[in-house]
């Protein structure tokens, strides 16, 4: 009879040399966990960081969409240069994180000190945030997906008054005014010049509009115990809040791990990625 015996495994964590048992380790590493990820759609692989690892800020200076996202570990750390940190996608330094598919994504582990980061030199200054994406399995074909959709809305107009509304302001002003100085200037607007106006337009109303956001992502893994393949495809389409704004964006990623004889081993990742984006003037003086 087989007596049942649970043991604890050592948590194994990605560093700039490798993986190393995380008690064996005198640095500081954070691993994020992504199994619940799912029940929080995020439109960037970066917001997968929010709010998860200790020192680490994620923000979006913008809010129109396709705007990038701003990461900072343990706050900003040049004056003159750039403070974000060096993004690692499978081994490869430099990635551009924002064509990555949040659905494709496996581990991140995000590396904070000298001596976690000295493998990537001065490129690791700011931190280094290592993404490993999904694989194929021997287990046979296994399909994924994984889709959303939702609309954007304003939460809060501000409360304006209308062209007749405004005209009165204005008149009661001028009243003011002529009972301050003593003086009988004639009021902008007369009785029939407002009752004519109506109530003009309403311009919050003419630039914003019920916005719908989707995401479908489809993933397809598989082979044996020699060929692993992976296989994703992902489309996601943010209409923006005001009329003209908007962003697409289409990612098709393979990965293949291929094992040669007893003694060879390769790999490939690849992706390729078209985004989008439709900007409005929004963020100037006027």
Do not use: C
Request: hydrophobic content about 35%; charged content about 20%; glycine content about 10%.
């Amino acid at each position: 009879v087989l007596e049942q015996d649970i043991t604890g495994l050592n948590d194994i964590v990605i560093v700039g040399y490798g993986t190393a048992r995380k008690k064996d380790l005198t640095g500081s590493v954070a691993s994020v966990s992504l199994n619940d990820q799912e029940k929080t759609p995020v439109l960037g692989t970066e917001q997968l960081l929010q709010g998860r690892a200790s020192g680490v800020q994620v923000s979006q200076n913008q809010s129109q969409p396709g705007a990038i996202f701003s990461v900072r570990i343990r706050g900003t750390n040049s004056i003159n240069s750039g403070s974000s940190p060096l993004f690692v996608v499978d081994g490869y330094a430099g990635a551009s994180v924002g064509d990555i598919n949040p659905s494709d994504v496996l581990s991140i582990d995000i590396l904070k000190d000298a001596s976690a980061t000295a493998i990537y030199g001065s490129r690791g200054a700011n931190g280094v945030v290592i993404i490993t994406t999904k694989r194929g399995s021997s287990r046979g074909a296994h399909i994924t997906l994984d889709a959303y959709t939702g609309v954007q809305r304003v939460a809060n107009k501000f409360n304006l008054m209308d062209a007749r509304e405004f005209a009165n302001y204005l008149n009661t002003l001028q009243t003011e005014t002529n009972d301050l100085n003593n003086t009988n200037d004639p009021l902008p607007y007369s009785t029939a010049d407002i009752a004519a106006m109506g109530k003009g337009t309403d311009w919050q109303d003419a630039i914003f509009h019920s916005a719908p956001i989707s995401n479908i992502s489809l993933g397809i893994s598989g082979g044996d115990d020699d060929t692993k393949n992976y296989l994703s495809f992902n489309y996601f389409d943010q209409k923006g809040i005001i009329i003209g704004s908007d962003y697409r964006r289409g990612i098709i990623r393979y990965n293949l791990d291929q094992t040669i004889g007893k003694r060879f081993k390769i790999g490939a990742s690849s992706q390729l990625a078209y985004s989008y984006q439709n900007q409005t003037t929004v963020n100037t003086s006027g």
